[in-house]
Every structure is written in structure tokens, then in C-alpha cells.
């Protein structure tokens, strides 16, 4: 997968161009398209990676392309992938286990 090519503004990111990547786990792509706004790597100035584009995407959209339902794990295990792709073991690792629990732990506590 190639890097995004993104313009940073403040502590935000704009994605210059559109990309898909296809889940080689789901057969499913997801497309990010150009104009996107991410926060990056949340918590992290790994910005490097294509995994935090498409994580974000299917947060914001909860749907792969097709339209068809992605849920938070699934989502999670995305970024896994592309993380592992990219040669990056132990990233892929504790991002997934790290947004998992992130995930859990806002939805528990956002209603307190």
C-alpha cells in the first residue's frame, strides 16, 4: 500500500487523495476519500501509516463500502492488518488491543 499523501493542519489531517484499500480478512474494501479529516494516530505521531486513515474511515462510517455493517473489532482488526502488513508486529499488536479497550472504555463512561 502506498503513504497518503496529506496536508496537516493545526493538530488535524486532510487527505490530499483518494485511496481504497482492500481487506484481505473481510474481502471488503474500504475507501478513504480525498478531503477526509482524521486526528492521525490518536495518542500516537505515528502518522506514517495507511492503517490510521482506513481505521478512522470505518469508525466514522461504521460500514465497509458495500455497505454492509463493520463493527468496532472489525475495524480495530483493519488496522491490525495493515499495521502487520507494513512490518509493524509489535504496533499492530498493542493499536489493537489499545483501541479495542479505548473504544470500550469511552462508550461505558461517555453517559457519566
Do not use: P, Q
Request: proline share 0%; charged share 25%.
Amino acid at each position: 500500500m502506498k503513504k497518503v499523501k496529506y496536508i496537516k493542519k493545526g493538530d488535524l489531517y486532510i487527505c490530499s487523495e483518494e485511496f481504497t484499500y482492500l481487506s484481505s480478512r473481510y474481502n471488503k474494501a474500504i475507501t478513504v476519500r480525498g478531503g477526509f479529516i482524521s486526528d492521525g494516530a490518536t495518542l500516537a505521531k505515528d502518522i506514517s501509516s495507511d492503517a490510521w486513515w482506513v481505521h478512522d474511515v470505518l469508525c466514522s462510517r461504521g460500514v465497509f463500502d458495500d455497505g454492509s455493517t463493520c463493527s468496532i473489532i472489525e475495524s480495530n482488526l483493519v488496522l491490525h492488518d495493515i499495521l502487520k502488513d507494513e512490518g509493524r508486529w509489535f504496533r499492530c499488536k498493542t493499536w489493537f488491543i489499545g483501541t479495542t479497550i479505548g473504544r470500550y472504555t469511552y462508550e461505558l463512561t461517555k453517559n457519566l
